[in-house]
């Protein structure tokens, strides 16, 4: 089991960055695949990038490539969504995610954080 808590979201400019740490707590927490989703209102949640558990590997959606890094500290226990370059469409409720393998859809991830708010004014 794991229990996870995101954070770093708020108002940002177009143009501007944020970086969304998110704490997971439990011992088995270097075993999982980690992920980023993010879910605007009116639409579904959306895959925006992943980290394999040594952090050597990862992979991203098309709209947040070359702007977004994710990253892992397993000595933290955190994982880490740097988005830079934001743009108003990328406004939306950001959730990190745990699997024990690497995936791109939602329903494939077994335990999830609350969210984080994050909206970028033009």
């Known amino acids: 089991q794991v229990q996870l808590v995101e954070s770093g979201g708020g108002l940002v400019q177009a143009g501007g960055s944020l970086r969304l740490p998110c704490a997971a707590s439990?011992?088995?927490?270097?075993?999982?695949?980690m992920g980023w989703f993010r879910q605007a209102p009116g639409k579904e949640r959306e895959f925006v990038a992943a980290i394999i558990r040594s952090g050597g590997s990862t992979v991203y959606a098309d709209s947040v490539k070359g702007r977004f890094t994710i990253s892992r500290d397993n000595a933290k226990n955190t994982v880490y969504l740097q988005m830079n370059s934001l743009k108003p469409e990328d406004t939306a409720v950001y959730y990190c995610?745990?699997?024990?393998?690497?995936?791109?859809?939602?329903?494939?991830?077994?335990?999830w954080g609350q969210g984080t708010q994050v909206t970028v004014s033009s």
């Open positions: 439990g011992r088995t927490y270097g075993s999982y695949v």
């Open positions: 995610a745990a699997d024990r393998f690497i995936a791109t859809r939602a329903d494939d991830y077994d335990y």
